[in-house]
C-alpha cells in the first residue's frame, strides 16, 4: 500500500527538515500534479487530433454557417494562419508529450519526474509569451484587415476599439494560462519535495 504522510497539524509540518520529510513518505502535491499532468495531457491528445481535423478537412462549424460573408472572410482567414497554425499545433504535440510524460513519471514516484515536469513547466511559459507575441504583432492585425471589408463606415468608432480590445483578452488570456505551470514549478520545486524526488529510485 502506498506510503502517505500522517496526519500532522500544519505547525508540526512546518518545523519538519525537508529528510525529516522525506521520511513521512510521499508528498500529497506529487501525486495530485502527477493526476493534474495527466488529465491536461488527454485534453491536449484531444485539442491535437481535433487541430488535425481542421487542417486536413476544414472546419467542421463554418460549414454549418453557410456561405455567409462572415463565413468567407474567416474561411480565408484562417487559409492565411495556416502557416501559424501549423506551428502551433507542432508545438501543442510537443508540450502534450512532455505534460503525459511528466505525469506518469509523478505517478510512478520516479526521481526524473520532477525533471520531466519542470521542462513542461518552462516549455509552457516559453511558447505562451511567444504566442502572445505572435498574437499580438499578427494575428491581431491580420483579423482587423479580414473584418474591415465588411465592418460599415458607421462604424468606425467601434472597429478602432476592436484592437485594443483584442490586446487584452489576450493579455488576460495568457496570464491566466501561466496559472498551471507557475504553481507546477513553484509547487513541485519546494526542498522538501526535491529532497523526497531525491530519495526515488530512477
Same mark, same amino acid.
Given at each position: 500500500m502506498e506510503q502517505q504522510p500522517p496526519p500532522l497539524t500544519p505547525e508540526e509540518v512546518a518545523h519538519l527538515s525537508a529528510v525529516e520529510y522525506v521520511n513521512l513518505?510521499?508528498?500529497?502535491t506529487v501525486? *495530485?500534479?502527477?493526476? %493534474?499532468?495527466?488529465?491536461?495531457?488527454?485534453?491536449g491528445v484531444l485539442m491535437v487530433a481535433w487541430s488535425l481535423v481542421v487542417i486536413i478537412f476544414g472546419n467542421p462549424m463554418l460549414k454549418l454557417m453557410g456561405n455567409s460573408p462572415q463565413v468567407q472572410i474567416q474561411t480565408r482567414l484562417e487559409a492565411e494562419m495556416l502557416p501559424y497554425t501549423l506551428v502551433g499545433l *507542432?508545438? &501543442?504535440i510537443i508540450l502534450t508529450a512532455l505534460i503525459l510524460i511528466a505525469g506518469f513519471l509523478l505517478l510512478?514516484?520516479?526521481?526524473?519526474? #520532477?525533471?520531466?515536469?519542470?521542462?513542461y513547466a518552462w516549455s509552457s511559459i516559453a511558447t505562451k509569451l511567444i504566442n502572445l507575441v505572435i498574437s499580438i504583432s499578427y494575428i491581431?492585425? !491580420?483579423?482587423?484587415?479580414a &473584418?474591415?471589408?465588411?465592418?460599415?463606415?458607421?462604424?468606425? $468608432?467601434?472597429?478602432? $476599439?476592436m484592437g485594443p480590445m &483584442?490586446? #487584452?483578452?489576450?493579455?488576460?488570456?495568457?496570464a491566466f494560462s501561466l496559472v498551471y505551470? *507557475? %504553481?507546477? !514549478?513553484? !509547487? #513541485?520545486n519546494r526542498p522538501f519535495v526535491k529532497t523526497w524526488f531525491a530519495n526515488q529510485q530512477s
Open positions: 513518505g510521499q508528498p500529497q501525486k *495530485v500534479f502527477g493526476i %493534474l499532468h495527466v488529465i491536461f495531457g488527454v485534453f *507542432v508545438v &501543442m510512478k514516484q520516479r526521481k526524473n519526474a #520532477l525533471k520531466w515536469s519542470n521542462y491581431v492585425p !491580420l483579423t482587423q484587415k &473584418m474591415s471589408a465588411t465592418t460599415p463606415p458607421s462604424s468606425g $468608432a467601434i472597429f478602432g $476599439a &483584442m490586446i #487584452l483578452s489576450l493579455v488576460v488570456g495568457f505551470p *507557475v %504553481l507546477t !514549478l513553484i !509547487l #513541485l
